[in-house]
């Protein structure tokens, strides 16, 4: 074989750093001298080695290259969120690789579906894999299993809930707050009989939100009934049964909280079908797409989801910089968005 010839390939094999050295008429280590941006490297060398690798489709070995660095950097971060379909993790996905990005870092991205197990098992798999952090939004309840990869140096921010027997930094929303707003504003519109929708109450969110429904009601002298609440869990057929459900008691709602956006997708298809979507009232936690457009508009509780993501990628890459401050948790406010379901008045009536 001649310089200039590339050499045969068995189909499907990838591109060796010896195969370009040998196009390129160079040693192996001039090819990962120009691979690794040494700047002495001859700049006609480094056109010819750029060229020849084009010609065979080599792309370096990014893994490999990393664990010969000096920090063992890898450029990647792991993302664990709860399912990376659903609105609220898409975008808090998107907001934390946009700041990813700017510090030229790949984010790996895997769904939890409320497992326990599947995030241990995920995590480990992404810690295997050299991640130099994790964004994590947790299934699980005991994150113990994470302290011997803390001591050993993988950075890690909570998101959305916070950590449990582990001491690390967190970005929450402030669920409770934002469930107080929700059913104060259905109260100022005149109901007294609001129905809970959310996702199970072991899920700390959940619990967080519940714990606002109850609190605004007491402070309202309004007594709790335990017929109007129901913990589906997030799916909206659960929503859909549930909301038929209520609205079916011989005393029903005149308005429902609905704290999670696929259990507010499920409570809007049920009030659709039912014909009573400009007669009952309705607040949902979360934003969710087209929640605007609808007739009547959805009133939620918006949570700042740019900003948490930001918070949490900004705090991660502070850590990954040698950061070494106490462990913080930051609480994001949210927001209450009044669209027009969320103003129907006691009565069936818009304000």
Do not use: W
Not at 38 to 59: M, S
Not at 258 to 270: F, K, P
Request: aromatic share 4%.
């Amino acid at each position: 074989m001649t310089q200039g010839e590339a050499p045969p390939r068995t189909p499907r094999s990838r591109p060796t750093m010896r195969e370009v050295a040998a196009l390129a008429g160079v040693a192996i280590k001039t090819v990962s001298r120009v691979f690794n941006g040494v700047p002495t490297v001859d700049p006609a060398i480094v056109a010819r080695v750029r060229e020849a690798a084009d010609k065979l489709g080599y792309r370096p070995n990014l893994t490999a290259s990393s664990l010969r660095r000096g920090d063992g950097r890898t450029a990647t971060i792991g993302m664990l969120v709860e399912d990376a379909a659903n609105p609220f993790s898409a975008a808090l996905t998107r907001t934390v690789e946009n700041v990813a990005r700017e510090r030229g870092s790949l984010v790996l991205v895997g769904s939890l579906d409320e497992d326990p197990a599947r995030e241990r098992e995920l995590a480990q798999a992404l810690i295997d894999r050299r991640v130099d952090g994790l964004v994590i939004v947790p299934a699980g309840r005991d994150h113990s299993y994470l302290i011997s990869e803390q001591r050993s140096g993988t950075c890690m921010v909570f998101v959305d809930r916070e950590p449990s027997l582990l001491d690390a930094d967190a970005v929450v929303s402030d669920n409770r707050q934002g469930a107080v707003t929700a059913v104060d504003h259905l109260l100022k519109a005149g109901h007294r009989r609001i129905a809970y929708l959310g996702d199970r109450a072991t899920i700390s969110t959940a619990a967080q939100r519940f714990d606002g429904y109850r609190h605004a009601l007491e402070v309202a002298h309004i007594a709790y009934d335990d017929e109007l609440v129901h913990h589906t869990g997030a799916s909206e057929e659960a929503a859909i049964d549930a909301t038929r459900r209520v609205l079916s008691l011989p005393d029903p709602p005149t308005a429902l909280f609905t704290s999670q956006n696929l259990v507010t997708i499920g409570a809007v298809r049920a009030l659709r079908a039912l014909g009573l979507q400009h007669s009952v009232a309705h607040v949902g936690f979360d934003d969710f797409p087209l929640a605007d457009i609808l007739s009547p508009g959805i009133s939620v509780i918006a949570q700042n989801i740019e900003q948490v993501g930001k918070t949490a990628a900004e705090m991660l890459f502070r850590r990954l910089d040698g950061d070494e401050s106490a462990a913080t948790t930051i609480t994001v406010p949210t927001r209450l968005i009044e669209r027009g379901s969320g103003e129907i008045r006691a009565g069936g009536h818009h304000d």
